[in-house]
Structures are given as C-alpha cells and as structure tokens.
C-alpha cells in the first residue's frame, strides 16, 4: 500500500490510500463522534455529527466521506468544527421527547452520550415538537419509537445490505421523516435483533430485554455463544446473577459485529426451569436426593463394573477440557464402551447461513479434536442405543428424550438400561429416567475453551456463580478419574496445558494467550 | 438584442416539429453528426461561455469535460426539466411553446459527451408539458432525429421522457438521479460527483432546460455569436421569469448585464399601483432578497447580482411592494422549504421546520425578543453543512429577510401585529407560493 502523508490537529500521520478520514483518525486513537456512520454498512452521510475541518477547503467536509490524501491537514476540535457539532446535536434534538427517564436505552445512547460531551447546553427550542408512532412492533423482537428516532438509517441499511431483507424504508418527507415496515411485512428475519444493536438512540429496542434491568447494574463477560458451532463472541450481560442478554462483541474472524436471534435469546432455554441442586439415586419409589460423596462412589461402582457395553454421550455445549477429562474418564474404565459427541443438523435458509451453523453444538468440533469419538458418529450411536445395543449408558448435558425425532421410542430404550447415569442442570425427561443423576453447571457459569466448526480456539468464561451444590462437569470427571486412581488437574488453564501437550493441532498453544479475539487451532485437526 | 431562447414562441404551433424545421430547426444537429467531432463540439461550447442556466451558473462545456472519455461504462446525458423553485416558471414555457429547441439542445448534448441513452427528467406537475414533449420526441424520433444510426452517422440515441412525482427536492441533480434510478429522492454524497459516477453509478451529465435549448441556436451561428452578447464572465442570454407586484409579469429573455432597475421599470412596466418597489429576489425563493435600494446599480449577470449580495440564480424575479409584509413573505418561504426537505440530513431535516415555526409564531403576533437571532443562528448553523444545497437554499432567504428588514421583524414582535401599511396586510403576499 503506498503510504500517505497526513496532519491531523497539528500532529503529522501515515495512513494507507482508501481510508476515510473518520478510519484514519480512530487508527491513531481520535475518535471523530457520529451516529450514521457504521464500519460495516454503506455511508449515509446524513446524521452530520463528524462534520471536520480540512485545510483548503472552504466547508466543513463529512469525516466519514472524505477520503484522506497526501499533505492533507484536519482539524477535528477547532471551534468551526465544535460549532457545527454542537449544532448538529441541538438538531437531532430538537424533535427528540428527551424520556430518558422511561427509554430503556438510557445509559447507552449515543444522544446521551455525545450531549454530555459535545452540547451541554439548554435547549433553544420552544415550539412544539413533532410527534410520530410509539411502541409500534416491528417484529418478534424489535419495537420502535418513532419520537426518538435520529433517522441516521442504520437499521435500514443493516436489512437492505447485511440481510438483504428489506424490511424497513424511510417515509415521508422533513420532519415527519419516519422509518417504517414495508406493508404487509414483518421485521422478522433471522438477523433481526441485531438493529436493536446498531440503533445508536432508543428508537429500536429489543422486546425480551427491555425494561428488565437498567443498563448500568449489567455485569458484562465476554464469552462464546453456546447457540452453534459458528462460536460468534459475545458479551453475556448478567444481573442479580441472572443473564439479562446476549450482545454480539466485535471479532472479524468470527461474527463481524453480529449475533443472529436463535443464538441471543438461546440462553432463556439453556438456563430455564427449576435447577438440580442434588445428586440422585434411584431407589423405591424414584430419584431421591444422596450426597454427593455416596454418588461419585455409586458412580465409581457401576462404571467399574458396568454391564457393557456403554453408551457415553457429551454434551457439544461441554468445553475442550471437559471433553478431555470425560475421554480420559471413559478410557479409564473397563467397560467396552462408545464415545460421541451430541450433534444434530438442521437446514439453514439463506439468511441462516450468514451467521448460523446447521448443529447447535458449540464445540462439537473441540470436543472430536479432544477424543470424544469412537468414530461412528453420534446417529450411529443413537440408533445402536434405539435398537438396544446398548446395556449402560453415561449422558451428560443433553435430554436425548427431548431432542428426538421419536421421543417415545427413546423413552423405552433409556428405560430398559441396566445402568444409566444422567449428568445435567435440570431433571430432564432424560434424566427422570436416569440411575444416578449428578447436578452440574451450564455454560454461563464455568471458564474453559470451545473451538468452532472453522478451528478457532477461544474463551468461555464465567458470568454467573453456580449453585452451592451443583459441581463443574470438569469437577465430576476430575473426582471420578480420582477415585479411579488417575488424578488430574481441576484448574482449566492445567487442563488445557495438558491438551496442548498431548493433541497435537493444540500444541504449542496458551490459555492465557487465547485472549478475547482467540486462536487458530493448528491445521488437519478437523475431524468432521 | 436576437432572441436565442424564445425565437419561435410567437409562432403558430412552434411546438409542432414542422414550424421548428422552418425555423431551422434540427440543423444544428445535422452539423454536429456531419461535421463535428465530440472534442470539437465541447470545444464550440465552451468558446461560447455558455454557463448552466439551473441557478448555479457552472460553464457547461468545463461541465461536459469531466466526463472520462476511457470509462467503458454507459454514458447518460440528462435534462432537468424539474422546474420548481417558487417564482421561477421560464422552464415550463418551452418545454410548452419550443420542445423541440430542448430535445435538439438534448442530442447535441449528448452526442458531446457520447451518451446513447438520455432523459428529460419532467416535474411531476407538469402534465402538459409531459405530453407536449412526448409528442415532440415521438416526431422527432420519426424523422430520424432520434433513434439507431441517427441520419447515417452511425451514431445511436434513445431519448427518455421521465416524469417526476411531485417533489422540489428532485430538481437537485443528485435527487434527480435517485429518483430517476426508481428510489426515493434523496440527493447522494458528493463525492463521487455524477460525472463520473452519476446515474446507476455511471457518468453522467445533468444540464437544466434552458442550458440545452440555447444549444441550437450556439451551434447554428458560432459560438462567437453567442459570446457577443452579455458581459466579461456571463455570456449571451437568459430567461427571467417576473412575478409578484409588477405590472407586466410573464417571461423575459434579457441580454446578460442588462440593468436590473431599467429591465423592471422600463421592460415590465414596474410596481403597478403607484406603489414603490419594497424588495425584489432576483433568482428564485431560495436567492437572498435584495432592497429596493440595492438594486440600484445593479445588472442582470451573475457577477453584479452577487456583488449585491444576492445571486442571479434561476432567474425567478419576485417583486414585492411597500404593502408587502415581509414577516409574513419570510414565513412563506421558510414554510415552503420546511415542506419540501427531504429530511435525509440532520441539519435541513431539523433547522427548515425550526426556522419555520419561529416565523410562523412572529408573523402569529407571538414572537418574542430573541427570535430573529436565533432563526440567523439556526439558519447559519444549516448553511454549508448539509448533504446538498437545499439547506443553503432554505437557510439564505431566512437571514436575508431578516437582515434587510430587520426594523419590520423588530416591530412586528413588538407590537405583536402586522405594521405595513394599515396593518391590515394580512394576505398582501399570497402571491407566493403556498405549499
């Protein structure tokens, strides 16, 4: 690239030709403020916000519209450019209702923040304000306030050049300008939430979280979606120790600035009902609550000496060192036994494919790398478990029953195992059904690595405390492996150590170096 | 002076393709496909100093040459037929009386910057004229003028009639082009500029009714011809269209640098009524108004009317006598702009109603100490910082008015009514375009 010369509030820079004044500045730390601008969509130009002053020129020029050349000088805080920015400020507020106090978008929007900044003054505008169409619903999971809207048509653009959707349009003209639905349409596309998102005011807000909690008591994780095998970052949002919501974190390799809406508002299904805070035995009468010493030990007892052959199930939420621990817990063991990894295809619609994986196993890919496979695949197994091959099974994480295409045929089939160990958050249809049931934790509340359906290596990481009894699934297995006498590791960093030593697509890779963007895993480690 | 643009108006049925053919018509379209190289042609045009005659006044043969000559893109030549800046009406009366002055000011144009696909882009509400040009264009085509291998040149063409649907906002090019490609019209960022990336993202060229029509006449007798007449800097003729308080309103063609004073008194027989001269906005709604005072020494070219602090514009002359009530003049403007913008940028989207709703409560009886600073703010806050010119367009007349007649806006506030006059002037400027 040929490098190019420019100054930048006095100070001299070298950016590369192509970049936009608003890109060249934010790469060397000055952040011009702007509502329409968005990285990922075309340039609208229209809210104003990063009006700049360049030399030779005798207006004001749009930052993200002017492409830097040679010799050129900008000016980004001069008092011409302060001017303008603080009357653009002043404009998009004039129609404004300024309900901060009842706008769920309170705490985050951009016409908070950049007033505080950039304007700070009463307003000058006496007349009687404009009004437009509140709370009207646009889909399953956006609403929109037409009052607060700033017109900047982020949303707009989103669905004409993300989704290709074209759900919404502007009408009308001047200040009854409005954004609306095409008619007889819906704001109901897989993408869809994701104008909640880039709305920078609170003309969009998401129907599932709004007026639920206050932005500013959010606690913010970055984490992995456990809705698919696409793995896309996020940043999982808690409060009084529950999720409040998803929101996408930005990672180029991964999911851009995106998240679709099956993975967002998955976690309402992963962490719903009532939680297993017990270990149980089945005796007379059903399940019934034992402490967690006498499970292990049962536990210990049946596998050692379990009627073969077995039947081992992981969950594809579990992560890369959970999956290693139980390989190891299920090789530790006498019984001949299967090992697989749950994973179920479904078809994706275009839209779908832009974000979403066809399975809805987050690590399923991490987990075969790790060894979770006896190599005939998980339909395989589940059609031996069906047709009674099988005399002992060990199921973690997943309700087999649940998620059949012939429930009742898996019923009967999990019903007539010799022995049946059921490893989950909640008592499932599945595990009603189970010997020995143990608690465990859902991906919300431990650390560990997923690694996606492309090899990319990255973090979980804890945002909410589990329950008092509930143990890890790495913890169950760690116990387990004790008692067999193979002690490891709990910690998932030496866990991880220990896969990178021994898996050879892992080596050489760090825990501590995965970071918040992660890692390729080496090549050839796909299994599938 | 010769006529250039309204030589064949005064003839029965000039609109027919058989009067203009006896009138010379299409002969300088038969020079230019016989005789002149595209080069040659921009070459004639600029040595003519015809400028764009839309209201920004920008040379028309510099305009042509932007266009790259190595781009293997389509090529598209538009004319803006969208005529609707208030007061201005010159357009419409050729488009109605000469459509085929335009369509031949239309090929040669073309034809210079090798465009095979043109358009008249037409005001919506301008259904006579539509149809006069379709019909125009239909002969046109018929004779050969138009169409495959236009009079064996090898040269092809094909000639678009494209009605607008209604809004001013679309008589900015860029608006245009949106509008022309089926989407809502809404000007487009410059840059790119429509030179090289205009309609469907293709170079092209939008010149205004008037520029294209004087092109016959430019090609037919030279370009010295043309450059005789008018000034240093504003060369041959342009169309003024006079309304308001003027005895003889109608359209005038006037040789650049004519006197402004001479050309209202002596050509359109001045403030009928023995009433004086207020004010008078030289060039369209959007233009400053001017005082009667400043129009003294003042001619009809681009240099002297913006040396008076005004722009010639499109050459829509409103005047306005000493009944006029300018508060309510002001409002009537600002009104029509707060219609009409787009809304796309934050500036024009939020300023235009603002400034309007201020007028409105002033002229109410209701304004307030403060208001005429706050409308030149908000109104200098709008000026060079929006997407297109509409917002100078609107926030000019606003200071305008208020700095020339400051005294007027201060006492209206005051004595929280109407002061012209008996103070009864209510509708003396309904002359003005309601929107």
Same mark, same amino acid.
């Given at each position: 690239?040929?490098?190019?010369?420019?100054?930048?509030?006095?100070?001299?820079?070298?950016?590369?030709?192509?970049?936009?004044?608003?890109?060249?500045?934010?790469?060397?730390?000055?952040?011009?403020?702007?509502?329409?601008?968005?990285?990922?969509?075309?340039?609208?130009?229209?809210?104003?916000?990063?009006?700049?002053?360049?030399?030779?020129?005798?207006?004001?020029?749009?930052?993200?519209?002017?492409?830097?050349?040679?010799?050129?000088?900008?000016?980004?805080?001069?008092?011409?450019?302060?001017?303008?920015?603080?009357?653009?400020?002043?404009?998009?507020?004039?129609?404004?209702?300024?309900?901060?106090?009842?706008?769920?978008?309170?705490?985050?929007?951009?016409?908070?923040?950049?007033?505080?900044?950039?304007?700070?003054?009463?307003?000058?505008?006496?007349?009687?304000?404009?009004?437009?169409?509140?709370?009207?619903?646009?889909?399953?999971?956006?609403? *929109?306030?037409?009052?607060?809207?700033?017109?900047?048509?982020?949303?707009?653009?989103?669905?004409?050049?993300?989704?290709?959707?074209?759900?919404?349009?502007?009408?009308?003209?001047?200040?009854?300008?409005?954004?609306?639905?095409?008619?007889?349409?819906?704001?109901?596309?897989?993408?869809?939430?994701?104008?909640?998102?880039?709305?920078?005011?609170?003309?969009?807000?998401?129907?599932?979280?709004?007026?639920?909690?206050?932005?500013?008591?959010?606690?913010?994780?970055?984490?992995?979606?456990?809705?698919?095998?696409?793995?896309?970052?996020?940043?999982?949002?808690?409060?009084?120790?529950?999720?409040?919501?998803?929101?996408?974190?930005?990672?180029?390799?991964?999911?851009?600035?995106?998240?679709?809406?099956?993975?967002?508002?998955? *976690?309402?299904?992963?962490?719903?009902?009532?939680?297993?805070?017990?270990?149980?035995?089945?005796?007379?009468?059903?399940?019934?609550?034992?402490?967690?010493?006498?499970?292990?030990?049962?536990?210990?007892?049946?596998?050692?000496?379990?009627?073969?052959?077995?039947?081992?199930?992981?969950?594809?939420?579990?992560?890369?060192?959970?999956?290693?621990?139980?390989?190891?817990?299920?090789?530790?063991?006498?019984?001949?036994?299967?090992?697989?990894?749950?994973?179920?295809?479904?078809?994706?619609?275009?839209?779908?494919?832009?974000?979403?994986?066809?399975?809805?196993?987050?690590?399923?890919?991490?987990?075969?790398?790790?060894?979770?496979?006896?190599?005939?695949? *998980?339909?395989?197994?589940?059609?031996?478990?069906?047709?009674?091959?099988?005399?002992?099974?060990?199921?973690?994480?997943?309700?087999?029953?649940?998620?059949?295409?012939?429930?009742?045929?898996?019923?009967?089939?999990?019903?007539?195992?010799?022995?049946?160990?059921?490893?989950?958050?909640?008592?499932?249809?599945?595990?009603?059904?189970?010997?020995?049931?143990?608690?465990?934790?859902?991906?919300?509340?431990?650390?560990?690595?997923?690694?996606?359906?492309?090899?990319?290596?990255?973090?979980?990481?804890?945002?909410?405390?589990?329950?008092?009894?509930?143990?890890?699934?790495?913890?169950? *297995?760690?116990?387990?492996?004790?008692?067999?006498?193979?002690?490891?590791?709990?910690?998932?960093?030496?866990?991880?150590?220990?896969?990178?030593?021994?898996?050879?697509?892992?080596?050489?890779?760090?825990?501590?170096?995965?970071?918040?963007?992660?890692?390729?895993?080496?090549?050839?480690?796909?299994?599938? | 002076?010769?006529?250039?643009?309204?030589?064949?108006?005064?003839?029965?049925?000039?609109?027919?393709?058989?009067?203009?053919?006896?009138?010379?018509?299409?002969?300088?379209?038969?020079?230019?496909?016989?005789?002149?190289?595209?080069?040659?042609?921009?070459?004639?045009?600029?040595?003519?100093?015809?400028?764009?005659?839309?209201?920004?006044?920008?040379?028309?043969?510099?305009?042509?040459?932007?266009?790259?000559?190595?781009?293997?893109?389509?090529?598209?030549?538009?004319?803006?037929?969208?005529?609707?800046?208030?007061?201005?009406?010159?357009?419409?009366?050729?488009?109605?009386?000469?459509?085929?002055?335009?369509?031949?000011?239309?090929?040669?144009?073309?034809?210079?910057?090798?465009?095979?696909?043109?358009?008249?882009?037409?005001?919506?509400?301008?259904?006579?004229?539509?149809?006069?040009?379709?019909?125009?264009?239909?002969?046109?085509?018929?004779?050969?003028?138009?169409?495959?291998?236009?009079?064996?040149?090898?040269?092809?063409?094909?000639?678009?009639?494209?009605?607008?649907?209604?809004?001013?906002?679309?008589?900015?090019?860029?608006?245009?082009?949106?509008?022309?490609?089926?989407?809502?019209?809404?000007?487009?960022?410059?840059?790119?500029?429509?030179?090289?990336?205009?309609?469907?993202?293709?170079?092209?060229?939008?010149?205004?009714?008037?520029?294209?029509?004087?092109?016959?006449?430019?090609?037919?007798?030279?370009?010295?011809?043309?450059?005789?007449?008018?000034?240093?800097?504003?060369?041959?003729?342009?169309?003024?269209?006079?309304?308001?308080?003027?005895?003889?309103?109608?359209?005038?063609?006037?040789?650049?640098?004519?006197?402004?004073?001479?050309?209202?008194?002596?050509?359109?027989?001045?403030?009928?009524?023995?009433?004086?001269?207020?004010?008078?906005?030289?060039?369209?709604?959007?233009?400053?108004?001017?005082?009667?005072?400043?129009?003294?020494?003042?001619?009809?070219?681009?240099?002297?009317?913006?040396?008076?602090?005004?722009?010639?514009?499109?050459?829509?002359?409103?005047?306005?006598?000493?009944?006029?009530?300018?508060?309510?003049?002001?409002?009537?403007?600002?009104?029509?702009?707060?219609?009409?913008?787009?809304?796309?940028?934050?500036?024009?989207?939020?300023?235009?109603?603002?400034?309007?709703?201020?007028?409105?409560?002033?002229?109410?009886?209701?304004?307030?100490?403060?208001?005429?600073?706050?409308?030149?703010?908000?109104?200098?806050?709008?000026?060079?910082?929006?997407?297109?010119?509409?917002?100078?367009?609107?926030?000019?007349?606003?200071?305008?008015?208020?700095?020339?007649?400051?005294?007027?806006?201060?006492?209206?506030?005051?004595?929280?009514?109407?002061?012209?006059?008996?103070?009864?002037?209510?509708?003396?400027?309904?002359?003005?375009?309601?929107?």
């Amino acid at each position: 690239m040929d490098p190019i010369k420019f100054t930048l509030n006095g100070k001299e820079f070298v950016t590369a030709k192509g970049r936009t004044v608003i890109q060249a500045a934010a790469d060397v730390g000055i952040l011009i403020p702007y509502y329409c601008y968005h990285p990922k969509l075309s340039i609208a130009g229209n809210c104003r916000m990063c009006l700049v002053e360049i030399e030779k020129m005798p207006k004001l020029q749009i930052a993200c519209n002017t492409l830097v050349t040679d010799g050129m000088s900008v000016l980004t805080g001069s008092p011409k450019v302060l001017t303008a920015r603080k009357a653009v400020m002043e404009f998009l507020l004039v129609n404004h209702p300024l309900d901060c106090p009842i706008c769920d978008q309170a705490g985050e929007c951009w016409l908070q923040d950049y007033y505080m900044k950039h304007d700070l003054s009463a307003s000058r505008f006496t007349e009687k304000k404009e009004h437009d169409r509140k709370r009207e619903i646009f889909g399953p999971n956006v609403v *929109f306030d037409g009052e607060r809207c700033i017109k900047c048509t982020r949303c707009v653009r989103f669905l004409q050049e993300v989704t290709h959707t074209n759900e919404l349009t502007v009408l009308h003209r001047g200040d009854h300008s409005t954004i609306a639905l095409f008619p007889d349409t819906a704001l109901d596309n897989p993408l869809s939430a994701n104008v909640n998102d880039i709305c920078p005011v609170g003309a969009l807000t998401d129907r599932d979280f709004r007026f639920k909690v206050r932005v500013w008591y959010l606690n913010k994780t970055p984490s992995i979606c456990p809705g698919c095998s696409t793995g896309c970052n996020i940043s999982v949002e808690t409060y009084q120790n529950r999720i409040a919501r998803f929101k996408p974190r930005i990672n180029e390799a991964v999911n851009s600035h995106w998240l679709c809406d099956e993975g967002r508002y998955c *976690f309402h299904e992963l962490t719903a009902g009532p939680r297993l805070r017990t270990p149980m035995i089945r005796q007379e009468g059903g399940l019934v609550p034992t402490a967690w010493e006498q499970a292990l030990r049962e536990v210990v007892n049946g596998l050692s000496g379990a009627p073969a052959p077995l039947a081992a199930v992981l969950s594809g939420r579990n992560t890369n060192e959970e999956a290693y621990l139980f390989r190891k817990l299920i090789e530790a063991i006498p019984a001949q036994a299967s090992l697989e990894v749950f994973y179920q295809e479904r078809p994706l619609t275009e839209v779908q494919k832009i974000l979403m994986s066809p399975d809805r196993s987050p690590n399923f890919r991490g987990a075969r790398d790790m060894g979770v496979s006896s190599n005939i695949g *998980f339909d395989s197994l589940m059609d031996r478990l069906l047709s009674g091959s099988f005399a002992s099974a060990y199921v973690v994480g997943e309700d087999l029953i649940g998620s059949s295409d012939e429930p009742e045929k898996t019923r009967e089939a999990l019903a007539k195992l010799a022995f049946f160990i059921v490893q989950d958050v909640r008592l499932s249809e599945t595990a009603k059904l189970a010997h020995i049931v143990l608690p465990a934790t859902h991906f919300g509340e431990k650390d560990g690595t997923y690694t996606n359906r492309k090899g990319r290596l990255q973090k979980l990481n804890a945002a909410l405390i589990a329950p008092e009894e509930a143990l890890h699934d790495s913890e169950i *297995f760690a116990r387990l492996l004790d008692q067999l006498g193979k002690p490891v590791s709990l910690a998932p960093g030496e866990i991880f150590a220990a896969i990178a030593d021994e898996i050879p697509a892992y080596n050489g890779l760090s825990y501590a170096a995965i970071g918040d963007q992660g890692v390729e895993v080496g090549g050839g480690a796909g299994h599938s | 002076m010769e006529k250039v643009l309204l030589r064949n108006i005064d003839v029965a049925d000039s609109h027919t393709l058989a009067v203009y053919q006896s009138r010379g018509g299409y002969r300088a379209w038969e020079k230019v496909l016989r005789t002149m190289t595209p080069a040659k042609l921009i070459e004639e045009v600029k040595e003519s100093g015809l400028r764009g005659r839309g209201g920004a006044g920008f040379p028309t043969g510099m305009k042509w040459s932007f266009v790259p000559k190595d781009n293997p893109k389509p090529k598209y030549l538009i004319c803006n037929a969208d005529e609707s800046e208030p007061g201005t009406f010159k357009d419409r009366l050729i488009i109605e009386r000469d459509p085929h002055a335009i369509i031949e000011g239309t090929l040669i144009a073309a034809y210079a910057i090798q465009s095979h696909t043109a358009f008249i882009y037409i005001r919506g509400e301008f259904a006579f004229g539509a149809a006069m040009l379709e019909r125009a264009v239909a002969e046109a085509t018929e004779a050969g003028y138009i169409g495959e291998n236009i009079l064996g040149s090898g040269y092809d063409l094909d000639l678009i009639v494209h009605r607008g649907a209604g809004a001013y906002i679309c008589g900015e090019e860029t608006a245009l082009l949106s509008s022309l490609e089926g989407s809502r019209g809404w000007p487009k960022l410059k840059p790119p500029f429509p030179a090289t990336h205009g309609l469907f993202g293709c170079p092209t060229v939008v010149n205004n009714v008037e520029t294209l029509a004087a092109l016959p006449w430019i090609i037919d007798r030279g370009a010295a011809a043309y450059a005789a007449m008018g000034t240093e800097k504003s060369k041959g003729t342009k169309l003024f269209s006079v309304s308001g308080h003027i005895a003889k309103p109608g359209v005038y063609e006037v040789e650049m640098g004519y006197p402004f004073k001479k050309f209202l008194e002596a050509d359109c027989g001045g403030v009928p009524h023995g009433r004086k001269l207020k004010g008078v906005i030289p060039g369209g709604a959007s233009m400053p108004v001017l005082r009667a005072d400043e129009i003294e020494k003042v001619n009809l070219d681009y240099e002297s009317v913006q040396a008076a602090g005004s722009l010639l514009g499109s050459g829509g002359v409103i005047v306005m006598d000493e009944s006029t009530c300018m508060v309510r003049a002001a409002w009537n403007i600002a009104r029509f702009f707060a219609h009409e913008s787009c809304g796309q940028c934050s500036p024009c989207r939020e300023g235009c109603h603002w400034m309007e709703k201020v007028f409105h409560r002033i002229e109410q009886g209701r304004g307030e100490a403060g208001d005429l600073d706050l409308i030149l703010n908000v109104s200098g806050n709008i000026m060079g910082n929006t997407i297109c010119p509409f917002g100078d367009a609107a926030a000019m007349p606003a200071a305008a008015f208020i700095k020339k007649y400051g005294d007027e806006f201060e006492e209206h506030i005051r004595r929280k009514k109407c002061t012209v006059g008996d103070g009864a002037s209510v509708s003396s400027s309904e002359f003005l375009v309601s929107s």
